[in-house]
């Protein structure tokens, strides 16, 4: 019997997936659970359109976080921070105060946790944060550490 996953089964497939279950395992499980409807010509024409859709808008999403990439690529962020004797930082500089100065200087809102510094901030000078805008690309942003 040919299923098609409404719901992600663990050891058969994804939400969305067409797949051959057998008539006991589709009848008496995964139907009445309605983790999955039966492939009639009906229910695969709406599942292949509902694939297609969802491809575009993977695209869209990607095409946009594409655009957002080469505009951070430019931008550049000033952070002050309180310097001890020897030049060594209070504290550090982190994906936080990355996000905040970006979101204050420059109007970006980026979420903290997609922002990773490449070395530790122990001093100040230039630093490159990279920042992840979508799973598939990913930028750098120079991040300038001045003494207040």
């Known amino acids: 019997m040919k299923v098609i996953l409404k719901q992600d089964v663990k050891k058969l497939g994804k939400a969305g997936d067409i797949v051959e279950v ?3 395992y589709g009848r008496n499980f995964l139907l009445p659970r ?3 409807v039966e492939a009639t010509a009906q229910n695969l024409n709406l599942a292949k359109q509902k694939a297609g859709s969802e491809a575009r808008k993977k695209a869209m999403a ?3 976080a594409k655009l957002m990439a080469a505009q951070l690529a430019k ?3 000033t952070i002050k921070v309180r310097v001890g004797e020897g030049g060594k930082l209070f504290g550090s500089v ?3 105060d990355v996000s905040e100065a970006l979101k204050k ?3 970006i809102d980026i979420e903290k946790r997609k922002i990773t510094l490449n070395k530790e901030v122990t ?3 230039e630093y490159e944060a990279a920042v992840k805008v979508h799973p598939e690309v990913a930028t750098k942003v120079k991040v ?5």
Not at 144 to 148: C, L, R, S
């Open 22 to 24: 057998s008539e006991g």
């Open 34 to 36: 309605k983790a999955a």
């Open 62 to 64: 990607a095409d946009e």
């Open 75 to 77: 931008v550049e962020v």
């Open 94 to 96: 982190t994906g936080k």
């Open 105 to 107: 200087d420059h109007d």
């Open 123 to 125: 001093a100040p000078g």
């Open 144 to 148: 300038h550490v001045v003494a207040e």
